[in-house]
């Protein structure tokens, strides 16, 4: 079965500075990656997909992200972080999976990772 | 605007009642999602419908029951054989095979 790990729960950086988050996963094949972004008490919202070819992809806010096959990682990064990017961040796997004679687009999340901006 | 609404945003109810969470959408999606969400665990999946009439369980169904009578409305009910039921509930449609558009979300609390 599939997994994602975001190895990282909490993240704390100054407002300007740059930004990675890990994100693993586990998977027999190459899977549907994505970054999503919740503000606090929010649904979720979007970031970027990478679903096959090139291997960086840029999304929304400024934020970017690269898979990396040969270790398993879809890494999230911003050059400069701006205090609105405070927020909760969750990477998603996503396979097609079949249950009850149908087939549909499963998403398994990782356990997120809350950024924090200092001023 | 297009798009999803729950509610309410905040529910609170008593241990051993059954409680429904609403979920309407107007963005003419046929798929519909079921959400829950607990700190440090990310986001499990509870039912989907794919199509009006029809719906399957997730990956944590027990104890939760849905409907879909009509396209735009996935209701969500929590019933008392839940034994952990307070969490942050996220309804969810979808567009395409992958895409999904989420709710604000309702946060429900059992006392």
């Known amino acids: 079965a599939q997994s994602v790990t975001q190895p990282d729960i909490h993240i704390t950086v100054s407002e300007g500075a740059s930004l990675e988050l890990r994100c693993n996963y586990s998977?027999?094949?190459?899977?549907?990656l994505f970054w999503y972004v919740q503000s606090p008490g929010q649904g979720l919202q979007l970031l970027l997909k990478?679903?096959?070819?090139?291997?960086l992809v840029q999304g929304i806010k400024g934020f970017e992200a690269e898979f990396k096959r040969s270790q398993s990682s879809f890494n999230l990064r911003k050059p400069s972080v701006h205090w609105s990017d405070a927020a909760e961040y969750f990477c998603?796997?996503?396979?097609?999976?079949?249950?009850?004679?149908?087939?549909?687009?499963?998403?398994?999340f990782g356990q997120g990772t809350i950024l924090t901006v200092h001023p | 605007d297009g798009g999803i609404t729950q509610s309410p945003k905040y529910l609170f109810r008593k241990e051993g009642q059954n409680v429904t969470l609403s979920c309407e959408q107007n963005?003419?999606?046929?798929?519909m999602y079921w959400y829950r969400q607990d700190p440090g665990q990310g986001l499990r999946l509870i039912y989907y419908?794919?199509?009006?009439?029809?719906?399957q369980k997730g990956d944590i169904a027990e104890g939760y029951s849905v409907s879909r009578e009509k396209k735009e409305s996935f209701p969500l009910t929590v019933t008392s054989a839940q034994k952990n039921p307070t969490a942050f509930y996220l309804c969810?449609?979808?567009?395409?095979?992958?895409?999904?558009?989420f709710g604000p979300g309702t946060r429900l609390t059992v006392l």
């Open positions: 969810a449609s979808s567009f395409g095979v992958f895409g999904r558009f």
């Open positions: 998977y027999g094949a190459t899977p549907y």
């Open positions: 990478y679903f096959s070819g090139d291997t």
């Open positions: 998603a796997v996503g396979i097609t999976a079949n249950a009850g004679g149908t087939s549909y687009g499963k998403l398994t």
């Open positions: 963005l003419n999606h046929d798929a």
């Open positions: 419908s794919q199509i009006v009439n029809d719906f």
